[in-house]
T-cell receptor, first 113, second 115 residues
Framework: RKEVEQDPGPFNVPEGATVAFNCTYS??????FFWYRQDCRKEPKLLMS???SGNEDGRFTAQLNRASQYISLLIRDSKLSDSATYLC??????????????FGDGTTLTVKP | DAGVTQSPTHLIKTRGQHVTLRCSPI?????VSWYQQVLGQGPQFIFQ???????GRGNFPDRFSARQFPNYSSELNVNALLLGDSALYLC??????????????FGEGSRLTVL
């Protein structure tokens, strides 16, 4: 079993749709959580951090459930420009005062006109 | 300000050869991490260096090694290349080694093809 698992996708949605991605993680000691976005053949870029109380950034809402070890990302009013792969990232702080970021395999979103 | 820069951007090697990939972090960032991304998968952690010391190592064979220089740039070395080493190698810099300040900023990657 992978440390971080995501919906396999792909998700194909029309413009304006609401879409939700899920992610589960296995290491209960994980401390920080993020969503990254990766465009085709480009590098990953931070979309948003995920806080325990949940957080929102414009059309994007992230939720964290530590008890269930579950993270979600909700995108409202999808735009064509949202088409990308969304990577769930879980960070664990190690004994050497350094963190290890573990990535899921990503969920691909295609928004169509 | 310059972001994370990696070189070379593309390279082709044959099995058994050796490769060195280079990374310059964002100015002021002290931590460099290396990731391998195979097509269709997420980035897999290889190494993290902070203040020139190895702070983390992923589940990769000893053929993979890395180092960080006094100017915080880094090299990833892979010996005895295998076909399965073909991947995008991503370098990420962060301000600190851990915690919330450990947000990763990625370079565009070095795409390695092993024939």
């Amino acid at each position: 079993r992978k440390e971080v698992e995501q919906d396999p996708g792909p998700f194909n949605v029309p413009e304006g749709a609401t879409v939700a991605f899920n992610c589960t993680y296995s290491n209960s000691a994980s401390q920080s959580f993020f969503w990254y976005r990766q465009d085709c053949r480009k590098e990953p870029k931070l979309l948003m951090s995920v806080y325990s109380s949940g957080n929102e950034d414009g059309r994007f809402t992230a939720q964290l459930n530590r008890a269930s070890q579950y993270i979600s990302l909700l995108i409202r009013d999808s735009k064509l420009s949202d088409s990308a792969t969304y990577l769930c990232v879980v960070r664990t702080e190690g004994n050497t005062n350094a963190g290890k970021s573990t990535f899921g395999d990503g969920t691909t979103l295609t928004v169509k006109p | 300000d310059a972001g994370v820069t990696q070189s070379p951007t593309h390279l082709i090697k044959t099995r058994g050869q050796h490769v060195t990939l280079r990374c310059s972090p964002i100015s002021g960032h002290k931590s460099v991490s290396w990731y391998q991304q195979v097509l269709g998968q997420g980035p897999q952690f290889i190494f993290q260096y902070y203040e020139k010391e190895e702070r983390g190592r992923g589940n990769f064979p000893d053929r993979f090694s890395a180092r960080q220089f006094p100017n915080y740039s880094s090299e990833l070395n892979v010996n005895a290349l295998l076909l399965g080493d073909s991947a995008l190698y991503l370098c990420a810099s962060s301000l600190e080694a851990g915690g919330w300040t450990g947000e990763l900023f990625f370079g565009e990657g070095s795409r390695l093809t092993v024939l």
